[in-house]
């Protein structure tokens, strides 16, 4: 039985004659719903402790899925029908089951986007805000990008990208490079440094160029 009819059993059953399953019959009703006023009232027996299991489980499956934030879970729990009392007592006992680190999430995040996607401490800051991490758990995390690793990142997305544009020519090559970089978050002071760099690498081609 899904949550949304847990959800709906626990609303008081409609007033007047409608409700009463005599009228229904009278006015033609069927045995499919006779069915699901069976089903109505046994929604309705279901404890807080059933409904909050089946919250739980939907949940969890959610965290083998995806890594969460513990403010996400919560939002989560939330949503599937728990309430923010419930929610915290839940978040809590992921934590302490392994389900939920926040830190360790954030941590490995950080390595994903500066290492494989090349973004800057500033995008990785806000991509990991979205994820509703708190900003000193970020802040800790950001600790392992320094200005010696930042700079790297930005040379490395620089050569990687430079070579992508060897059919232009130096002029669009390198303001496609500076806005290229800059998109990343990447301050203009650095952006200027690691293009003139990768500028200096570049080969001419051979082949056609373009504007």
């Known amino acids: 039985m899904s949550l949304d009819a847990v959800r709906r059993g626990r609303r008081s059953a409609p007033r007047g004659i409608e409700a009463h399953p005599s009228s229904r019959f009278a006015a033609g009703a069927s045995d499919e719903e006779f069915d699901d006023d069976a089903d109505q009232a046994e929604v309705e027996q279901i404890s807080d402790e059933e409904r909050l299991e089946r919250v739980s489980d939907t949940v969890v499956r959610a965290l083998s899925r995806r890594q969460l934030s513990s403010d996400e879970t919560h939002a989560l729990?939330?949503?599937?029908?728990?309430?923010?009392?419930?929610?915290?007592?839940?978040?809590?006992?992921?934590?302490?089951?392994?389900?939920?680190?926040?830190?360790?999430?954030?941590?490995?995040?950080?390595?994903?986007?500066?290492?494989?996607?090349?973004?800057?401490?500033?995008?990785?800051?806000?991509?990991?805000?979205?994820?509703?991490?708190?900003?000193?758990?970020?802040?800790?995390?950001?600790?392992?990008?320094?200005?010696?690793?930042?700079?790297?990142l930005a040379l490395d997305a620089a050569m990687k990208r430079v070579g992508q544009l060897s059919s232009y020519d130096d002029t669009t090559t390198e303001r496609r490079l500076m806005a290229f970089l800059a998109r990343r978050g990447f301050n203009s002071g650095l952006v200027r440094d690691v293009t003139q760099r990768a500028m200096a690498t570049r080969k001419s081609s051979k082949g056609p160029r373009f504007r």
Do not use: C
């Open 77 to 152: 729990l939330m949503a599937q029908g728990a309430s923010d009392a419930e929610a915290v007592v839940l978040v809590a006992r992921y934590g302490e089951l392994g389900y939920l680190d926040d830190l360790a999430m954030a941590e490995a995040l950080v390595e994903r986007l500066s290492e494989r996607q090349h973004k800057s401490r500033q995008v990785i800051f806000r991509e990991l805000v979205s994820r509703k991490l708190p900003v000193s758990i970020i802040e800790e995390a950001l600790d392992q990008l320094g200005d010696d690793q930042e700079f790297t």
